[in-house]
């Protein structure tokens, strides 16, 4: 049943990638010029490097953005989506052959997540700025809780099972459906589906290929809506995406483990800082919120 999942999501990573490559050659002579190859590529390889770890990179990447001042906030949903979604699918690969876990589990779980996203990402596309800059600033602010809460070991440290059954499956594929179409709006998935892995006394480790898996199956579907809609930044999206594989790439084989204990500590404090920048953005923004 594995080789099954990871069959599917290499035909789904090669749809997204040829609609990707292809809107982006449509477009490349008429690429965004606010932001630099030099700049999105490095925040792709940093950002992906410390994901592969284990961090998450939608939040350090959105915060990097920001604060390069690489991408307009309307764009930062479908930019990070796209731009994450070959590192993800990368990482998933290596997570789901080397951790054991229960097939039936994983699959549901995934299968939540990608529907999820199919939902959100129909919805976020179309939003206004205003909407976006609000969105994402709770969004960021309720990561960089749930982060804090990881940190101070406020969170319960899971069990030992690798997977679910009766009502607890259930749980896991309602809570990951709307993980799913959250993420499309830029919330990470990684810190919230961790916990809902720990509240349900699976293994810490099965985080990994749940948590990686999920982001990896609903990427390419909820990433394919954002480029028709031209819901994204073109040039930030293939520079990140090419950084980020590299950075992937290092930090599975070469590096596999940093002590990131302080590393984790700087990413929660930006993360809370650039929601707050995004909360003022919209407060002084005078687009209509309806």
Not at 96 to 117: C, F, K, Q
Not at 131 to 137: A, H, I, S, T
Request: aromatic share 8%; net charge positive.
């Amino acid at each position: 049943m594995i080789n099954i999942v990871l069959g599917v999501l290499g035909v789904l990573t090669l749809w997204f990638a040829v609609v990707f490559v292809s809107d982006f050659m449509k477009n490349k002579d008429n690429l965004e010029t606010h932001n630099t190859w030099g700049k999105v590529t490095s925040i792709g390889f940093a950002t992906n490097f410390f994901d592969t770890l284990g961090i998450g990179s939608f939040a350090p990447t959105t915060a990097l953005l920001k604060g390069f001042k690489q991408v307009q906030d309307r764009l930062l949903p479908g930019t990070l989506n796209v731009s994450c979604t070959i590192p993800v699918v990368l990482e998933a690969f290596i997570f789901i052959t080397v951790i054991e876990m229960e097939p039936t589990t994983l699959v549901s779980m995934l299968a939540a997540a990608t529907i999820g996203a199919y939902v959100g990402a129909g919805i976020v596309s179309k939003l206004p700025e205003k909407k976006v800059q609000l969105v994402m600033g709770v969004a960021l602010f309720i990561t960089a809780l749930l982060m804090l809460a990881g940190q101070m070991n406020w969170m319960p440290g899971g069990g030992d099972a690798i997977g679910l059954h009766g009502t607890k499956l259930i749980v896991a594929v309602v809570a990951n459906f709307i993980l799913g179409a959250l993420m499309t709006a830029g919330i990470g998935l990684y810190a919230p589906c961790m916990a809902l892995v720990y509240l349900l006394g699976m293994s810490p480790k099965v985080a990994f290929p749940i948590m990686m898996g999920s982001c990896a199956f609903l990427m390419p579907v909820a990433s394919t809506k954002f480029v028709k809609e031209e819901a994204y930044d073109r040039r930030a999206s293939m520079g990140i995406t090419i950084g980020g594989i590299v950075g992937v790439l290092i930090a599975a084989y070469l590096v596999k483990s940093l002590p990131l204990d302080i590393l984790k500590w700087l990413v929660i404090v930006v993360i809370f800082y650039t929601s707050a920048t995004m909360l003022k953005s919209a407060s002084k923004n005078k687009e209509m919120v309806n």
